[in-house]
């Protein structure tokens, strides 16, 4: 019942509702069982804590004040990257050695990403606030060293066959990846709803496929001279709308084409030269669902920098689901299999042939200030990402009491956040060692 009906909430949504065989799969086919990973992250929040006293003082060259400001903004016993110099090498290390280094992810939503209008005021069309530097900093000092930034390309881009994309548009995300890299943070550009015109399917992949090579090429062009910390994902929850399996893995033909997308993304990438030759570049699922359907059907394309990225609302039940169940208010382990579930999966499938995987969205939205059960959801969650090396993002999109998907962690307006104790505990798990 809960599945069948979340199968339809997801497709109502958009939201990869990737859980919904999950949920149901207790088979725990690795060799750590979910018992074993509990009982280690007792273990090691303490020796953590232990630690912690001394990097906190030796917060080195930073001045009395600055570390101040950095413990009040950061968990307190936890010593977070922050506000780091600004590092534009394309250094030659592998894609696990890069990804290795990204501690927690957070998604600038329903802010590029956005629909609303053609031309610059699209940022803002969804009802966030114009985005600053700022907030940028916020995010960073409170311990967030990797930013996802979506962007709908879509009605910024002109007619076939070039498909100019608008210069202002461009400039304009430029300055926003800017902002982060200025902190030393690691940069996903990520092109988000195209699903009106980007539909994998046969009638349309000819020419999809040519207006996605040109939306890349152009992208890639721009910023072919940054650095490692610059990642691009060609892609986000690529799927038919409306179509046969949305949510679950899609047909055998859907898969083709989103391979066909994920390779033609990584060619005309890597045809651009400079720095893009090395780059990090994300393929993903259809839809980019974590469900055993999808992930098997990715075919890696044979390239030295690849990585993969998947979106685990896990378990759907409880990070979104609105129904009546009791999934919505409490969080008391016994799911914590189903995110364990997920992680093998995608240890199997990846990163066991060294394709780093990074979770470019997972979250769960505010239910009735249900705050308590999800700090001990999201602990549970990043604790088996992090022990699998599997950086996540948490989809931000800035709703908080509003109507809507309540996903919202950072009042952006303020620069406070939403459910601190929820961030902070995020934070700590994914610094933990
Ligand atoms: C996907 C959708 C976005 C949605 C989110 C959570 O990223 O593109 O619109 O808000 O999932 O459901």
Redesign the pocket.
């Known amino acids: 019942m809960a599945i069948a009906s979340a199968l339809i909430i997801g497709a109502v949504?958009?939201?990869?509702s990737t859980n919904a065989n999950s949920g149901s799969n207790t088979e725990n086919t690795t060799a750590e069982s979910d018992a074993s990973v509990v009982e280690k992250s007792t273990t090691e929040s303490s020796s953590m804590e232990a630690t912690n006293e001394v990097s906190i003082e030796d917060a080195g060259a930073a001045s009395s004040e600055e570390v101040a400001a950095k413990t009040s903004s950061a968990p307190e016993g936890v010593t977070v990257k922050g506000i780091t110099e600004r590092n534009d090498e394309m250094r030659d290390i592998s894609p696990m050695e890069l990804v290795a280094e990204m501690k927690a992810g957070w998604n600038l939503?329903?802010t590029f990403?956005a629909t609303g209008s053609d031309g610059l005021s699209a940022e803002t069309s969804w009802g966030n606030p114009k985005t600053t530097k700022e907030m940028i900093d916020a995010v960073c000092e409170k311990g967030f060293d990797s930013i996802r930034i979506?962007i709908t390309w879509d009605k910024h881009m002109g007619e076939a066959p070039d498909y100019t994309i608008d210069s202002a548009w461009l400039d304009r995300v430029e300055e926003v990846v800017n902002f982060a890299l200025d902190d030393g943070m690691y940069v996903i550009i990520n092109s988000?709803?195209e699903e009106e015109w980007r539909i994998p399917d046969n009638a349309h992949i000819d020419d999809v496929d040519a207006q996605h090579r040109a939306l890349w090429t152009q992208v890639a062009e721009r910023f072919k001279d940054y650095g490692d910390h610059l990642v691009f994902e060609g892609l986000?929850?690529p799927r038919v709308k409306g179509g046969e399996k949305e949510w679950e893995g899609g047909t055998e033909e859907g898969r083709a084409c989103v391979n066909r997308l994920n390779q033609s993304f990584v060619d005309v990438v890597r045809a651009t030269g400079g720095n893009n030759e090395k780059r990090l570049l994300l393929v993903t699922s259809f839809a980019s669902s974590c469900i055993k359907e999808a992930i098997d059907g990715v075919e890696i394309p044979s390239d030295d920098h690849i990585g993969v990225s998947i979106?685990a609302?896990t378990p759907y039940a409880f990070t979104?689901h609105p129904g009546e169940s009791w999934e919505l208010f409490i969080w008391d382990g016994t799911h914590n299999n189903e995110i364990a579930q997920v992680m093998n999966d995608l240890q199997k499938t990846f990163l066991d042939k060294n394709v780093p995987v990074l979770l470019t969205?997972y979250?769960a939205m505010n239910k009735d200030e249900n705050t308590v059960a999800v700090e001990k959801w999201v602990t549970a969650y990043i604790l088996r990402a992090r022990l699998k090396g599997i950086p996540c993002f948490w989809?931000d999109?800035g709703i908080y009491n509003q109507q809507g998907?309540k996903?919202a962690i950072f009042d952006r307006k303020n620069l406070k956040w939403y459910r601190e104790e929820v961030v902070d505990a995020l934070i700590k798990e994914s610094y933990a060692e």
């Open positions: 949504t958009g939201c990869g939503g329903n990403d979506p988000h709803h986000n929850e979106h609302y979104y969205e979250g989809w999109n998907e996903f």
